[in-house]
């Protein structure tokens, strides 16, 4: 199980980490012009985008702790230690892009795609 586990997590962060940033470049691609513009754009994103997801990585490895029968079976600490820590990332970044600017919200690209993905994995799960 922990094999598996381990597997989703890397999986779910890798696979997040390609749509995202093929979602923002074909963003600031159409939304911005003149090529330093777009330069410096895409520069500052892909380093959001790269401490975005290792935050959601690191937030996640108590995914991990489903290896321990006990919380493997039990139907609220299963969701809990599994989703805890990327929906705290996900409300965190909610709250500043929410307190600073909503011109902000492709910010929270990454985090919905990885929690999409890792719901996809979550189901995938062999049932205890």
């Known amino acids: 199980m922990f094999k598996i586990l381990l597997k989703n997590l890397f999986l779910t962060t890798v696979l997040s980490f ?18 330093e513009e777009r330069q410096a754009l895409l520069i500052l994103f892909a380093v959001a985008d790269i401490v975005q997801h290792l935050l959601l990585f690191i937030f996640s490895l108590p995914t991990l702790f489903l290896v321990k029968p006990t919380i493997l079976t039990s139907k609220i600490q299963r969701p809990l230690f ?11 970044t909610l709250v500043s892009v929410i307190t600073n600017s909503l011109t902000d919200i492709p910010l929270l690209v990454p985090n919905v795609l990885y929690l999409a993905i890792h719901t996809v994995f979550y189901f995938r799960l062999p049932k205890p």
């Not at 390609?18 to 090529?35: C, D, I, P």
């Not at 599994?82 to 965190?92: D, N, Q, W």
């Open 18 to 35: 390609v749509a995202t940033s093929v979602l923002f470049t074909v963003y600031y691609e159409s939304m911005n012009g003149g090529l």
């Open 82 to 92: 599994y989703f805890g820590g990327a929906a705290l990332v996900t409300l965190i």
